[in-house]
């Protein structure tokens, strides 16, 4: 590490009910890279189309000392993954784990999704108001450890651990936050002193402690610690699955169970007003939305925000849906978030066959694009955990495979997201290797987000050694941090070939062989936009 900057920005945010202030902390380091590392990524001949441009420029429209081919185009696809804390589904695998096993298996998912080609991890870092993080504000995990408040020992932070591994393997870390529930009966013997189940935040409903939306101190306090998070970690992306409020219980009648929200409901202007309750319950959902929407942009612009709701919207939507009404029942309106751009990105849960007669598959995804007036990313969530189930919940391989083949055919789907990393390890029924073999053969740079804020980078400057086997590109004047990745295209023959290595460092040195005519270097900043490309011709 050759310096370290550090920036400190204060921010004060009109949230829907009060006001947020909080620090935005950006810490920038500076190194240097050379491609030499089994984290490079190496797209192979053949794999890509030979008439792409680059920022609207061919090669042929520069003064190459020698007529080179085109530039290949560059495949864009989300690849994402859910890595499940809660319960521990996924990681760590127990809770008496050391810290050194903990850190060996996640290891080996980053390993494991670096090789399938895949590009994001969704980390669940907040399942029951606990924190897979060093917080002030929460108590450390339960399934961390097996108690809640109990750090580990010896002591590392996993989101840091996470970020740090992700990102040297070229994935993008997105946090997995979920904001209102505290507690699932029976996965916590005592609660730490400083868990809100203490507080008069939280209800009982059914078998969860749960964050009342409708109380503003409970949504303040999830913002916060939101903010704390995007405030310290090197995060791409922030994510919510689909717990808004709880799903309902059912009583001994087969009624629904009425969340017990009897005293925010009477204190709220909303009752005073004659509003409807279920409309006041979902629009303490959509401030949640928008006031987390707030807090990222004013923090750190480039990092993108998603959910994943329930994969119906309504019941009828399209025509011939039918099934559980999440906007009725959870008072999520995916709709409207959707249409209206306050996420980046929307993995609705579409967890049903290609021939599911209520719930296509491929209808939903469909329905769900049309939906999609802003130009937000849609990346459906796909159920590939069936492979590992059995009797009438199993599905085989082809099933998860044709409907990655769907959202590939549909316009305006940009990718998928697998529930969850334990059905793509090696010893998960050969589903990951399918993947690979099939769909995910090569890499693919994650789609760009160009309506988000980030700086632009310059283009690369060029310095080849005397014996012309190394060539160094420097950026100057940027901060290594907003260097995503690395584009490095070699030109063998009359083929480019394609090299994708992580970023972070603003001066990056490869080797070449004698086979190399001319490379090409570029660079992928946080939004995913490639800048303009330096070229060197190595003919001689």
Known sequence: MDSMIVQTLKFGIILSSQVLFYSCVSTQNRGTTEAENPSVFVVEEGSLDQSATVEGRTVSDLPPLLPLPPLPTIPREFRGVWIATVKNADWPSRQDLTSAEQQAELRAMFDRARDLNLNAIIFQVRSMADAFYASELEPWSVFLNGKQGRAPDPFYDPLEFAIEEAHARGLELHAWFNPFRANIEGEVEEFAENHV????????????????????????????????ILNRYDIDGFHMDDYFYPYPTTSESGGDVAFPDDASWTESSAAKDGMDRDEWRRQNVDDFVRDLQQIIRACKPWVKFGISPFGIWQPGYPEGTVGFNPHDKLYADSRKWLMNGWVDYLTPQLYWSIDSPGQSYPRLLSWWTEQNRMGRHLWPGNFTSRITLTGE???????????????????NAGGNTHFRMISLMPASHGMGDQLKEKLYQNPALIPASPWLSGRSLPTPQLRTSDD???????????????????????????AWHLRIIPGGTDVLTIVVDNTVRAVAFSVIDRIGREGVVAYENLFR
Do not use: F
């Open 197 to 228: 189940a203490r507080t008069e935040m939280v209800v009982s409903y059914g078998v969860y402690s749960w964050l009342d939306p409708g109380n503003a101190d409970a949504r303040l306090h999830s913002l916060n610690v939101a903010a704390d």
């Open 393 to 411: 919940q199993y599905w085989n391989a082809e099933e998860l495979l044709n409907q990655i083949r769907i959202t590939r055919e549909t316009p």
């Open 468 to 494: 012309g086997k190394r060539i160094t590109a420097v950026l100057q004047d940027v901060n290594p941090l907003d260097i995503k990745q690395w584009l490095v295209r070699e030109l063998r023959g009359d």
